[in-house]
């Protein structure tokens, strides 16, 4: 049994506990801190971290309720964090934040087109916010996550809402969808890249054009998105 936890993404193996459903919220505790996650399938083996951490509980309503709180109180680091960051005169935007379960870890998310030495800008805020800091880097598809909004379709996005996992979509995706050529821009999301809706129903449409005796083939220069 695997837990992702919230902050990091990071998958982690639990060897003290086998008999939680996917998908339920956890507490653990991960070097010393107190973080939430998620149980996740066995999928997710090959990626996950060889750091073992202690199994606290699974999240009661009150739990979730001080998880909301944490939520809202990270963000109120978010204006000081990016004056840090001006200051620094570093390339980077900070979009979001998280705090640890115990409140000893603060985590900044950001954006930035470059590798960012920031070093002398994580020493500033040990300094200041008396926390533990890390700084990851996030890229278009994690960045409409975390921060929301509305699709193509009218709907809040799926990956704000439900989905776990952001993979990567192909043109050969959108094509056998019939979004390919001069229709493909009508398949990009909010964040620039090909909208993660069409895999929901990919297999369905791949076994049906087989059953049919087709042959789908994609153009040489359809890429992943």
């Given at each position: 049994?695997?837990?992702?936890?919230?902050?990091?993404?990071?998958?982690?193996?639990?060897?003290?506990?086998?008999?939680?459903?996917?998908?339920?919220?956890?507490?653990?505790?991960?070097?010393?801190?107190?973080?939430?996650?998620?149980?996740?399938?066995?999928?997710?083996?090959?990626?996950?971290?060889?750091?073992?951490?202690?199994?606290?509980?699974?999240?009661?309503?009150?739990?979730?309720?001080?998880?909301?709180?944490?939520r809202a109180k990270a963000k109120t680091y978010l204006e000081t964090a990016q004056k840090?960051?001006?200051?620094?005169?570093?390339?980077?935007?900070?979009?979001?934040?998280?705090?640890?379960?115990?409140?000893?870890?603060?985590?900044?998310?950001?954006?930035?087109?470059?590798?960012?030495?920031?070093?002398?800008?994580?020493?500033?805020?040990?300094?200041?916010?008396?926390?533990?800091?890390?700084?990851?880097?996030?890229?278009?598809?994690?960045?409409?996550?975390?921060?929301?909004?509305?699709?193509?379709?009218?709907?809040?996005?799926c990956c704000n809402q439900f989905l776990t996992d952001l993979e990567s979509i192909s043109?050969?995706?959108?094509?056998?969808?019939?979004?390919?050529?001069?229709?493909?821009?009508?398949?990009?999301?909010?964040?620039?890249?090909?909208?993660?809706?069409?895999?929901?129903?990919?297999?369905?449409?791949?076994?049906?054009?087989?059953?049919?005796?087709?042959?789908?083939?994609?153009?040489?220069?359809?890429?992943?998105?």
């Amino acid at each position: 049994m695997f837990v992702k936890v919230d902050s990091t993404g990071e998958v982690y193996f639990l060897t003290d506990k086998n008999d939680l459903p996917a998908h339920q919220e956890v507490l653990v505790e991960i070097e010393g801190v107190v973080e939430p996650g998620m149980i996740c399938m066995n999928k997710v083996l090959a990626n996950s971290s060889t750091i073992k951490p202690r199994f606290m509980r699974v999240l009661s309503e009150d739990d979730k309720t001080l998880k909301k709180q944490l939520r809202a109180k990270a963000k109120t680091y978010l204006e000081t964090a990016q004056k840090k960051v001006t200051r620094h005169n570093l390339d980077m935007k900070i979009l979001d934040a998280t705090l640890s379960f115990d409140e000893k870890k603060l985590t900044f998310y950001f954006s930035a087109e470059n590798r960012i030495d920031f070093r002398a800008l994580v020493a500033d805020m040990v300094g200041d916010f008396k926390k533990i800091i890390r700084l990851q880097q996030i890229g278009a598809r994690e960045q409409a996550k975390r921060m929301g909004g509305y699709g193509r379709c009218g709907r809040p996005l799926c990956c704000n809402q439900f989905l776990t996992d952001l993979e990567s979509i192909s043109e050969e995706t959108a094509s056998m969808q019939e979004f390919g050529g001069s229709k493909l821009s009508k398949s990009v999301g909010c964040c620039g890249k090909l909208m993660c809706c069409l895999s929901y129903e990919n297999q369905t449409i791949s076994d049906k054009i087989k059953s049919m005796g087709a042959v789908f083939k994609p153009r040489d220069n359809e890429k992943t998105k």
